[in-house]
């Protein structure tokens, strides 16, 4: 009878389909019209429910999002929730949710984002035709890019051979292979407040040699940004910023060995957050203040940036990091006025498909002070 019942049992397991897609949410007081947004583009996946699974861990929420996620939960057989002592980040929630998940690839999709349709069939069966531990799918966001367009201007299922750039734009928004994680105790930095662990984790997976897919053809991620990020808190402390400035610089010059990797990685965020502030900002904001951060930037310039990275950057950067390290704050602020002044405006001038591209022609006018 008994090797009746293990016959039975083995068969079912059997035939049980294994999950292919581990959808990992982080939740503290989120929006209920953002959950359900989420949820329904979730509903709509063209992969078979059995085939994969939610993954919800709520952050010690005080209002009755848990409540919500369990309602949600009773009519969705492959979704977990769970609850957790809040810890004020998101890299602890996270980290709980991927040992929870069983799926071969994991999706860190934020709570107020949603997913395309056709999503998870089409990354899963990229992911597995090319062996890949990590796949970018195409991301878009309503207020669009500023940097990170070109990575997805084609698929590309060798992209690693791009070299870092490959994982921009750095959000946690692709699809990990679980296994390779584990392997490798590729986690988010947990703590209280984490600046950029996104950034830390995304270099942790191509460091330890990630095979990484870049998804083009279909946009599979929709990130919604609605101004409600706990990063834009660390403006108020200065200090606190430039601190956590110097430790995303330091980790990247201690850990990333590859010099092409290193160098490429030392130029987009000295252009982005350290060169970034030293235009309009400069007329915006109190003397004190303005001291105070260009004294942190000058110090990390000397410090952490060899001076050969200025041949990376554009000319406008250039002047910026001479004028920078020169210490010469008043021809930053004069930069700054001018740039103010000046205004350029693109028109299209003809468009037209060549073969099976859409190609435009394009005019641009700059301005000064109204003059052309």
């Known amino acids: 009878m008994r090797n009746l019942k293990d016959r039975v049992l ?3 397991k059997g035939n049980k389909k294994d999950i292919k897609i581990s959808v990992v949410v982080l939740t503290y007081n989120t929006e209920i019209e953002g959950l359900k947004n989420l949820m329904a583009s979730i509903d709509k996946q ?10 919800f861990v709520d952050d010690g929420s005080t209002t009755d999002t848990y409540e919500r996620l369990q309602e949600f939960a009773k009519a969705r057989s492959n979704m977990t929730v769970k609850q957790i002592e ?3 980040w998101g890299s602890r929630p996270r980290n709980i949710a991927t040992q929870m998940a069983k799926g071969e690839y994991i999706l860190y999709l934020d709570h107020d984002d949603t997913v395309f349709p056709e ?22 966001r309503t207020n669009g890019w500023s940097w990170g367009w070109k990575q997805f201007s084609e698929n590309n299922p060798h992209a690693e051979e791009m070299g870092i750039e490959c994982l921009l734009p750095m959000t946690p928004h692709k699809f990990y292979k679980r296994e390779f994680l584990l392997e490798h105790d590729i986690t988010f930095d947990d703590g209280a407040r984490v600046l950029w662990e ?3 984790f995304n270099s942790k997976a191509f460091i330890h040699g990630a095979k990484v897919g870049i998804l ?15 990063s834009s808190s660390f403006g108020r402390d200065p200090h606190e910023k430039w601190n956590q400035i110097n430790k995303l610089f330091n980790f990247f010059k201690d850990n990333i060995k590859e010099q092409r990797d290193l160098d490429f990685m030392l130029t987009h965020w000295y252009r982005s957050r350290v060169l970034g502030i030293l235009g309009q900002w400069l007329l915006k904001n109190n003397n004190e203040r303005i001291d105070i951060e260009f004294n942190y930037a000058r110090k990390l310039a000397e410090e952490l940036i060899p001076a050969y990275i200025s041949d990376n ?3 406008n950067n250039q002047v910026k990091d001479y004028f920078l390290r020169l210490g010469d704050l008043e021809s930053l602020k004069k930069l700054a006025q001018i740039d103010a002044g000046i205004t350029a405006l693109s028109y299209v001038d003809d468009a037209q498909f060549e073969e099976d591209k859409l190609v435009f022609k394009t005019v641009t006018k700059m301005t000064y002070e109204d003059k052309e």
């Open 46 to 55: 063209t992969m078979n429910k059995d085939e994969y699974e939610l993954v």
């Open 10 to 12: 083995n068969s079912i």
């Open 119 to 140: 999503a998870f069939e089409r990354v899963y069966n990229f992911g597995k035709e090319n062996n890949l531990d990590v796949v970018s799918g195409k991301e878009v």
């Open 216 to 230: 083009a053809d279909y946009p599979t991620y929709y990130w919604i940004a609605t101004g409600a990020n706990n």
């Open 313 to 315: 950057l554009d000319k």
């Open 198 to 200: 996104d950034v830390y």
């Open 86 to 88: 809040n810890s004020g």
